[in-house]
């Protein structure tokens, strides 16, 4: 198993640009789910989704689209890209028997500049 | 006031000290409460994860809820040079849709020295 994979691993983007950045997990997870990472500021989850076809807004969605059509793959949207967006984000993935989240395990991250 | 609040330290400890890290929370709705590692440019991993007061061990490590004080730690015995990571604390939540969320805390960097 590859488990959560994250493509591009670096970017570098000019304000007003926009961008995907891919997810993907072989895990057969349910819940698949973006944090954003800042100094100082913890993970900040973005963006989730219990299922194919279904997905919520999370603490800091403002800025960014995610749809899901498959179980594997969860794309983030950056729609015109800014500068408060230079971040590092990590895509999640997690088995949930009923409701509960157990362990999550997440991707490598990837590395978004924003100039 | 965060939902979760953590002391981001750094924390610089001797090999072989007793690590502990620390967690507090302000929603008493918090059902799970888990520790995750994070090596240098590494996404997080799942360390421990809990339930219900009280204490879990699972080697070297100990986590410890104490839900009528909104506080939560892991505590580290005999560190190593390889525990130096950060160290983030999650507390899982019903979100109003029903489905659940993990609310993180800002993560406390801890360096063992040999």
């Known amino acids: 198993n590859a488990g959560v994979t994250q493509t591009p691993k670096f970017q570098v983007l000019k304000t007003g640009q926009s961008m995907t950045l891919q997810c993907a997990q072989d895990?057969?997870?349910?819940?698949m789910s973006w944090y954003r990472q800042d100094p100082g500021m913890g993970l900040r989850l973005i963006h989730y989704?219990?299922?194919?076809?279904?997905?919520d807004q999370g603490e800091v969605p403002n800025g960014y689209n995610v749809s899901r059509s498959t179980t594997e793959d969860f794309p983030l949207r950056l729609l015109s890209a800014a500068p408060s967006q230079t971040s590092v984000y990590f895509c999640?993935?997690?088995?949930?028997?009923?409701?509960?989240?157990?362990?999550?395990?997440f991707g490598p991250g990837t590395r978004l500049t924003v100039t | 006031q965060k939902e979760v609040e953590q002391d981001p330290g750094p924390l610089s400890v001797p090999e072989g000290a007793i690590v502990s890290l620390n967690c507090t929370y302000s929603?008493?709705?918090?059902?799970?409460f888990m520790w995750y590692r994070q090596y240098s440019r590494k996404g997080p991993e799942l360390l421990m994860y809990?339930?219900?007061?009280g204490n879990k061990e699972d080697g070297r490590f100990t986590a410890q809820v104490d839900k009528s004080s909104k506080y939560i730690s892991l505590f580290i015995r005999d560190s190593q040079p390889s525990d130096s990571a950060t160290y983030l604390c999650?507390?899982?939540?019903?979100?109003?849709?029903?489905?659940?969320?993990?609310?993180f805390g800002k993560g406390t960097k801890l360096t063992v020295n040999p």
């Open positions: 999640a993935s997690s088995y949930t028997p009923g409701l509960v989240i157990y362990e999550q395990y």
């Open positions: 895990m057969n997870h349910e819940y």
């Open positions: 989704s219990v299922g194919a076809g279904i997905t």
């Open positions: 929603n008493s709705a918090f059902q799970y």
């Open positions: 809990t339930y219900s007061s």
């Open positions: 999650a507390m899982s939540q019903l979100t109003q849709g029903g489905s659940e969320k993990l609310v």
